[in-house]
């Protein structure tokens, strides 16, 4: 068996996406503290700077589909954001949800939760920043071994590795990884991949696994599909419905 990612015996994570975003508005303290209620073991946040420097919990480099502002997130000032509502589009009863800070999500999650961290960059430059700012922000909440990182950008992962070497990190990917000693998770020490599950069978899963990383995948919905990737041995499966997978991973557990 694959060695616990962080020392603590826990073999799966039923990671929230965005929390539980099936049922609440995406990536809001709302939809984190259902996630953790409804059994969610591990939170999945993307974290983004703001145009003062702010570390902000939002996907979309705009604002405009998930609250009633515009424009973008990289040219906004905390206080603008935060001052828009982030739940009514969602539903009525969470009128009034505001973008949170990364720091609101770490007092949220101290304790109770893991967390994987997602960093939101889109170019190879700029991204020191945005690596500081984030590390600073989990050292102060002394959460740096309740976290992984994850990104798209390997320069912002590169960034973080070669400034914190004990911070956990796994590269995402959009399409199949064949790891090889010179891919980057083995040549930067990754922990894990996250990887699309549409290309992944139990032969890819048990590769990694010799490799010593540990595997999740992302968007995972549907009954069907979330006991496919638990029965395939994956390490971690992201969904938008957490209190699915808790009732999925039980039943094959037992």
């Known amino acids: 068996m694959l060695r616990s990612l962080f020392g603590d015996g826990v073999h799966f994570y039923n990671v929230a996406h965005r929390g539980f975003s099936a049922n609440a508005p995406e990536n809001t303290l709302a939809s984190f503290a259902l996630a953790v209620n409804e059994g969610a073991n591990m939170l999945e946040l993307d974290v983004m700077l703001t145009g003062d420097g702010q570390p902000i919990v ?3 480099y705009r604002l405009g589909r998930t609250t009633n502002g515009s424009g973008l997130v990289s040219r906004l000032t905390s206080s603008r954001i935060r001052s828009l509502d982030a739940g009514i589009w969602f539903g009525d009863k969470f009128e009034g949800e505001r973008v949170p800070l990364l720091d609101e999500v770490l007092d949220l999650a101290k304790g109770k939760v893991r967390l994987n961290i997602e960093l939101k960059h889109r170019r190879r430059d700029g991204v020191n920043l945005l690596v500081e700012k984030c590390l600073k ?6 959460m740096s071994d309740d976290v992984i990182f994850s990104s798209f950008n390997l320069e912002a992962l590169r960034v973080l590795h070669y400034n914190k070497s004990h911070i956990r990190f796994a590269p995402l990917y959009r399409h199949n990884l064949v790891p090889t000693p ?4 083995l040549r ?8 699309n599950h549409h290309f992944l069978n139990g032969t890819a899963v ?3 696994h010799d490799l010593g990383l540990t595997v999740f995948v992302y968007t995972v919905n549907g009954r069907r599909r979330i006991e496919k990737m638990i029965e395939m041995g994956v390490d971690g499966v992201i969904s938008d419905n957490p ?3 808790a009732s999925i991973a039980a039943k094959v557990a037992s």
């Open 137 to 142: 922000a989990v050292e102060r909440h002394r």
């Open 182 to 185: 010179r891919s980057f998770p």
């Open 206 to 208: 048990r590769r990694f």
């Open 188 to 195: 930067y020490g990754a922990q894990g991949v996250v990887l």
């Open 243 to 245: 209190a699915e997978v």
């Open 58 to 60: 939002f996907h979309d």
